[in-house]
């Protein structure tokens, strides 16, 4: 249901000021705390396109761009609604001051969650502007026919979008009990101009010409520069605090200290730096920051010898006490973001009277969670605090969280003028909410043919969604007692057998935690994949046939993209020489992304290292709106593969966080690629599926069972050193 | 101080004489296309040229490049619009995905063509190593690069 008030809200914004707006059932949930988890469905959500005098479609974003383009296949679907080309939409980036709450940007949810309601609101407003048409060209409505921009009847008289649009208001709504107009973008039997069509990313121009189109790009007059000390964890207090140096710098204009927060604001981006290292800070931790701790904390065996772990996912006729074929222990290394904008926000506060007493530019996967928890900060009313979402230079999970916005604020707050806040290279990783390390234990029992009767399968791992500060601190202990979304990410195997149990627990880890790429997928599939693998192998199978035997004929999609994927590589022969090994895994993120990749590898002897060769990857992508950014994620996810299986491990030690930069965090180089081949499986009759962190569950054990197959060696743990050979 | 960036002069205020070259660019000439990412010269977001050479800004100070040539991704499409062949091949093979480290890799790219007309897989690697991109899209880079430089070879 859309109700006036909506309507009034939409008018309200001056963004239904002039034009036709169609718009699809706009929804006003309650709020969560963190992060915005509103996403439309088929009653509810938010969707805008409008074609404005002129005949000029417009479309707000409905999310945040941070590299998965998403909002380009978004406004292919549009365009394809509206017969036009994807090029003509102007898209709008909103603010929250703009629309109602729109989900934070995550879990390759933009496709699958916004291309259906998307594409209706755009046929809602095709059909009312049809009867509209039909009016002015004298023709029963359904003599008008589609044409290229507008209309037009079978003897060519054309009617434009631009004839049908004037200077009044009109909102053309879909009440939810009426019916779906014709769907254009989900028509299997339609030869369609957008949807399937490789577009270039809107905006592409601006990335190449050095536009500016990121946070720290925006142009302020009067802006001073400011920054504040990170802590190693958010948890830590200050113990002992010195800055008696910072009156000294030229250029400082106020140091600000708030409990445990303590920054400065300068005149000039270099005083910042000067002042900052003249505050002397040491901090109160409730837990080592150790390797050792962390070990500690996520023993399985200990935890699985002393009973159920603390979730149990899955639970049939398990045995206890079967003939392991497989019994092995899988580490994963804590891991983090490292995109390659370090995060950077703008803030500034306006006189009373003012639309916004305080506006933020920031580029953040949940703008709509700032604009709340900077109410909070600050005590201003949520109307009166507006974000200006911007583009993400990277995001992978990473910027969900109210952190440089709030120093942002309150330096801006301190001084009464506008603050930028940019974080170095050193504050981003000391700030960031990294991927856990996690153990995992997984037994496998097999029958005289080698089918599996038992799998078992307990892991610990750090907390993920509900990790300490992504919640408030009274919700903690109630979000707890039910599954972290993130943890049990990837920990249902595709494979069948008699006796299955699957059970996890989730503690809390002496750094802080959050999302990344594939959350949980990643590590959880790196062991089953692993496991399984070892049992091909002794078993003296081909693991590719193996695994799709022992999904029984339950997982169709997956099966097919193994198989697929096995067709690829085998288009490039793999050396008979030593070293040489290829290796294969599948995976399934979220229950509904399927993806199977193959590994080349040569572990080189006389240099001492390991390199991937070349890297397979078949992925079902459900509907493919636009095959060639759905490959750019795929090719994506297969180099962070590299990352996560041989480069990247997040050091800590000494209660603090080691790695500072990318000399002591290895990110891969273009030096480290292999030459790719990737398969994208199109269904146009299901729906988008996503791909911007899928393919990254099956890269790592790929890699890990090619390395098998070179060398012998079962990697155990990640990341792979060629010293563990 | 003066410095001369895509062939127009600048003055540099007094208090910004002890920034480094990145800083002044994007802060306080406005030219915000030169990004600022790891500091240390681990990572080329921030490549410009200098006299022709392509250098990190992060790292050489502003008073270092005084009334030198100072060339920055704004500068490199001609002053009708239409793009370098660099920027035209990224376009053609849709190379950004966050778009944050194309204008250093451009730039880098600008240096190894100049060097190398006819790169190599291994020119590629050596020259584009010190350039990090987190998206992953080196492989789209690198066959931009020999896209690009085959135009450039066929018209010069």
Not at chain 1, 97 to 110: E, I, N
Request: hydrophobic fraction near 40%; include cysteine; charge should be negative.
């Amino acid at each position: 249901m859309v109700s006036i008030s909506r309507r009034n809200f939409l008018i309200a914004t001056g963004w239904v000021a002039a034009g036709v707006t169609g718009v699809y059932a706009l929804s006003k949930h309650a709020v969560a705390v963190a992060p915005t988890i509103i996403f439309p469905d088929e009653t509810s959500g938010a969707a805008w396109v409008q074609i404005r005098p002129g005949g000029v479609c417009h479309m707000f974003f409905p999310r945040v761009d941070m590299g998965q383009n998403a909002n380009t296949g978004l406004a292919q679907i549009v365009a394809e609604e509206l017969n036009i080309d994807v090029e003509d939409i102007q898209g709008v980036q909103p603010s929250t001051s703009d629309v109602p709450p729109l989900a934070v940007t995550a879990g390759s949810m933009s496709m699958t969650a916004f291309s259906r309601p998307l594409a209706i609101a755009a046929a809602t407003l095709r059909e009312g502007l049809r009867d509209r048409a039909a009016v002015k060209l004298g023709e029963p409505v359904a003599a008008v026919l589609d044409d290229v921009g507008g209309f037009q009847t079978s003897d060519r008289r054309k009617v434009s979008y631009a004839d049908l649009v004037d200077d009044t208001v009109l909102v053309i709504e879909r009440e939810s009990d009426q019916a779906v107009p014709a769907l254009y973008a989900f028509d299997s039997g339609r030869q369609k101009t957008q949807v399937g069509h490789p577009k270039s990313p809107l905006g592409i121009r601006d990335l190449v010409t050095g536009g500016r189109v990121y946070t720290a790009d925006v142009p302020m007059t009067g802006v001073l520069y400011g920054r504040a000390v990170q802590p190693p964890v958010r948890s830590a207090q200050i113990a002992s605090l010195d800055t008696s140096g910072v009156a000294e710098v030229r250029g400082v204009v106020t140091l600000v200290e708030e409990g445990d927060f303590v920054g400065v604001v300068c005149t000039t981006p270099s005083a910042v730096d000067k002042a900052i290292a003249q505050i002397q800070v040491t901090w109160d931790l409730q837990q080592p920051i150790t390797e050792e701790e962390i070990s500690r904390l996520i023993d399985v065996d200990g935890k699985m010898a002393a009973g159920d772990l603390e979730h149990i996912l899955q639970d049939k006729a398990h045995r206890r006490n079967a003939d392991w074929s497989v019994d092995l222990r899988f580490d994963v290394q804590v891991q983090t973001h490292a995109a390659q904008e370090p995060r950077a926000a703008i803030a500034r506060f306006n006189d009373a009277g003012a639309d916004h007493r305080l506006e933020i530019w920031t580029g953040t996967q949940d703008p709509f969670g700032m604009q709340r928890f900077a109410s909070m900060d600050t005590g201003l009313s949520e109307s009166d605090v507006v974000i200006y979402p911007q583009r993400l230079g990277g995001g992978f999970g990473g910027r969900e969280h109210y952190e440089v916005e709030r120093d942002a604020v309150r330096l801006a707050r301190a001084v009464g003028r506008p603050v930028k806040v940019q974080w170095t290279r050193a504050d981003e990783f000391m700030a960031s909410r990294s991927r856990p390390a996690s153990a995992h234990r997984i037994r496998i029992a097999s029958d005289d043919q080698g089918n599996l009767t038992d799998w078992w399968y307990g892991y610990v791992t750090g907390h993920v969604v509900f990790a300490r500060e992504r919640l408030p601190g009274w919700l903690l202990p109630v979000a707890r007692l039910s599954d972290d979304s993130g943890v049990v990410k990837g920990a249902i195997a595709p494979y069948q057998a008699p006796h299955q149990r699957v059970e996890c627990e989730d503690v809390d880890l002496p750094i802080d935690l959050g999302v990344w790429r594939s959350l949980n997928g990643a590590s959880a599939i790196f062991a089953i994949e692993s496991a399984m693998d070892e049992l091909a192998v002794l078993q003296g199978k081909e693991p590719v046939a193996f695994k799709i035997a022992q999904m029984q004929g339950e997982q169709p999609r997956l099966a097919h993209c193994l198989a697929t994927v096995r067709k690829l590589s085998a288009k490039r022969r793999l050396p008979e020489a030593a070293g040489y090994g290829r290796g294969f895994a599948c995976g399934i993120y979220d229950g509904r992304c399927f993806v199977a990749v193959s590994a080349d590898v040569f572990v080189d002897e006389v240099n001492q290292q390991i390199n991937v060769l070349h890297l397979c990857c078949a992925q079902d992508v459900g509907m493919a709106v636009n095959p060639d950014q759905l490959r750019a994620q795929i090719e994506s996810n297969l180099v962070w593969s590299i990352g996560m299986a041989l480069l990247e491990r997040f050091e800590v030690a000494d209660n603090t966080i080691q790695s500072s930069n990318f000399d002591n965090y290895t990110i891969p180089r273009m030096r480290n690629m292999p030459t790719l081949d990737i398969d994208i499986i199109d269904q146009p009759n299901l729906p988008p599926t996503g791909a911007g962190e899928v393919a990254l569950v099956a890269g790592p054990p790929a890699i890990a069972n090619a390395i098998r197959d070179a060398s012998g060696f079962r990697a155990l743990s990640l990341p792979i050193r060629f010293a563990d050979i | 101080m003066k410095v001369r960036v895509n062939e127009v002069e600048h003055h540099v205020a007094a208090d910004w004489r002890d920034e480094t070259l990145l800083t002044v660019l994007r802060e306080h000439l406005g030219l915000a296309g030169t990004k600022f990412s790891c500091g240390i010269g681990q990572c080329g977001a921030c490549v410009v040229h200098v006299d022709g050479s392509a250098i990190n800004s992060c790292l050489i100070s502003i008073a270092d490049v005084e009334n030198k040539n100072i060339l920055t991704i704004e500068g490199l499409a001609s002053g009708d619009g239409s793009l370098h062949p660099l920027q035209q091949a990224w376009i053609d093979e849709n190379v950004p995905q966050c778009g944050f480290c194309q204008s250093g890799q451009i730039m880098q790219a600008l240096a190894l063509v100049g060097d190398k007309p006819d790169p190599t897989d291994a020119d590629i690697d050596s020259v584009m190593s010190g350039n990090l991109c987190r998206c992953g899209t080196y492989d789209r880079i690198r066959k931009s690069i020999k896209k690009a430089a085959l135009v450039m070879r066929s018209t010069s």
